[in-house]
C-alpha cells in the first residue's frame, strides 16, 4: 500500500457554534470564520499560539484563556495533488 504524508502547512477556520450550524463542510461559510496557518501535526490550541492569538497555554493561568475556543468549530483545509504514479493504487492517507 502506498502512503501520501500530509504533514505540513494546512489553513485552520474557526468559528463560534452557533445553534443549527450546518454540519456539512459545504454548507459553512468559511469567509466568516477566523482563518489561520497551522502545522499539521499539531493542534488547535498550538497555532492559535503561533498565530499570536493566545499566549502558551503551559505558561501560569494561560489554559484558561483557551476555554472559549472549546466551543468553536474548527476546520483544517489544504489542497494536495495526488502523483500521477499513485492515483491507480490503494492508498493511505
Known sequence: MEK???NGQWTLYGCPEKKGL???LDEIDLNSCCKITATVPGNVE???MEADILPD???GDNLYLYAPYEYWQWIYKRTF??????QD???LI
Open 89 to 91: 493504487k490503494e492508498m
Open 57 to 59: 497555554p503551559f505558561y
Open 4 to 6: 501520501l504524508s500530509l
Open 46 to 48: 498550538l497555532a492559535l
Open 81 to 86: 495533488k495526488i502523483p500521477k504514479e499513485m
Open 22 to 24: 450546518p454540519n456539512l
